[in-house]
């Protein structure tokens, strides 16, 4: 009888990690990694070192090519690129200053199983993105949500989304990064 039990509680434990797991995201999810190399408008400098550091960029479930923007993000004028650099399933802004590939500053890291939503019944899909975030945008987000109250704004932001739930805005100020306002 005692085997019975066990193997009845060894099932029961089984179905529940099962259950936990998927809820923590770990079932079977669709997620689409891009090479370096499949972005042909970043500046070769920048998809070598991309490549050179291990980084496929992750894609949201219902974007084609996402998570490489480029921005005014250091100063008014200057061509800044960022991109979402995935490696060992987490993954981090690297935003290349000036579009050099010299120059770069690391944001953001984050677990990519913490971006992992239910995208239709029984799909999961991977949910962040990075995208340009105007002044405009910055400040009707402040208005809309509060926050953080943004500096003088001359420049872009980038948005760091969790696509459908919330966002920050990283903001270059006085030689640090702000995190301000996205949506809510």
């Not at 499949?38 to 490549?51: D, S």
């Amino acid at each position: 009888m005692n085997s019975v039990i066990a193997t009845a509680l060894a099932v029961i434990a089984a179905l529940f990690q099962l259950s936990f797991s998927e809820a923590r995201g770990d079932a079977p999810q669709v997620s689409r990694e891009l090479p370096p190399s499949a972005f042909a408008e970043v500046p070769a400098p920048i998809r070598r070192e991309l490549a050179r550091r291990g980084c496929s960029i992750p894609q949201p479930v219902e974007e084609r090519r996402a998570n490489v923007i480029r921005g005014d993000f250091h100063g008014r004028g200057q061509v800044d690129w960022a991109a979402l650099c995935s490696r060992n399933q987490s993954s981090s802004i690297l935003v290349f200053r000036n579009g050099s590939a010299a120059a770069i500053e690391e944001l953001a890291r984050r677990p990519n199983q913490s971006y992992v939503q239910e995208v239709e019944p029984g799909r999961m899909g991977f949910s962040r993105a990075i995208r340009v975030a105007a002044p405009a945008f910055i400040l009707e987000h402040y208005r809309w949500y509060a926050g953080p109250k943004p500096p003088a704004l001359s420049h872009s932001g980038i948005e760091d989304a969790f696509i459908g739930m919330a966002s920050v805005v990283w903001f270059w100020h006085r030689g640090r990064w702000l995190q301000l306002t996205g949506t809510d």
